[in-house]
């Protein structure tokens, strides 16, 4: 079965601390990778994706993300957290075996201290 | 519309009653998704509509759950002799295509049942 897995479900940092969250799914076939952000009182809305080539992907706000195929990870970095980071951070995954459907890991809560 | 929209917002019920949340995606797409969101539990699919094809409802948590989607276009939620365990935001998310596709999301329906 399809299935996302996010290793931190909460995780507490400081103004200008590396962020980095892992993410590992199951699921065969071509992939499609995402990481989608909920900011407090908003809607869910996407930080970068994956479809094919260049494995490093850049997003929003300065985020970015490595596909690794050989350890199915899509983990998401950021080099220097800022306040307004603070969010909950989704990784999820589509692909051909599952008819497309989207599945979402767990979630991380990311606090960042001003 | 520009966006995703769900109503209500919020709906607290008693439990045993019945209750409908509706989703009206974004005019084109043709992938629909609900999703349940319940405190640390992250983002739980729940039933998937592609096209024409038949949905997907390996989601569906018990048979008091159902949706339906009306013309391609609009989805109707609905619960039948609401638990207190159903209580969750519940989200809906529409593609434009169920190929590389981000999925953009509705502010959800806070579900209480009291």
């Known amino acids: 079965a399809q299935s996302v897995s996010q290793h931190n479900h909460h995780v507490i940092l400081s103004e200008a601390a590396s962020l980095e969250l892992g993410c590992n799914y199951s699921?065969?076939?071509?992939?499609?990778l995402f990481w989608y952000v909920q900011y407090p009182g908003q809607h869910l809305q996407l930080l970068l994706k994956y479809f094919s080539g260049d494995p490093l992907v850049k997003g929003i706000k300065g985020f970015e993300a490595e596909f690794i195929k050989s350890k199915f990870s899509f983990n998401l970095r950021k080099p220097s957290v800022q306040w307004s980071d603070t969010a909950e951070y989704f990784c999820a995954v589509t692909g051909n075996t599952g008819g497309f459907k989207t599945i979402f890991g767990a979630g991380t809560r990311l606090f960042v201290k001003a | 519309g520009a966006g995703v929209s769900q109503s209500p917002s919020n709906k607290v019920t008693e439990k045993g009653k019945d209750v409908e949340l509706r989703c009206d995606p974004i005019?084109?797409?043709?992938?629909l998704y609900w999703y349940r969101q319940s405190l640390g539990q992250g983002l739980e699919f729940l039933i998937y509509f592609q096209g024409n094809s038949a949905p997907d409802k390996s989601g569906l948590p018990s048979d008091r759950f159902s949706a339906e989607r009306t013309g391609g276009s609009v989805s109707t939620l609905t619960i039948q002799r609401t638990q207190q365990e159903d209580s969750a935001v519940y989200l809906c998310?529409?593609?434009?295509?169920?190929?590389?596709?981000?999925?953009?999301f509705g502010q959800g329906t806070r579900l209480t049942v009291v």
């Open positions: 005019s084109g797409h043709t992938a």
């Open positions: 699921y065969g076939g071509t992939v499609n």
């Open positions: 998310a529409s593609s434009y295509s169920f190929d590389r596709a981000e999925a953009f």
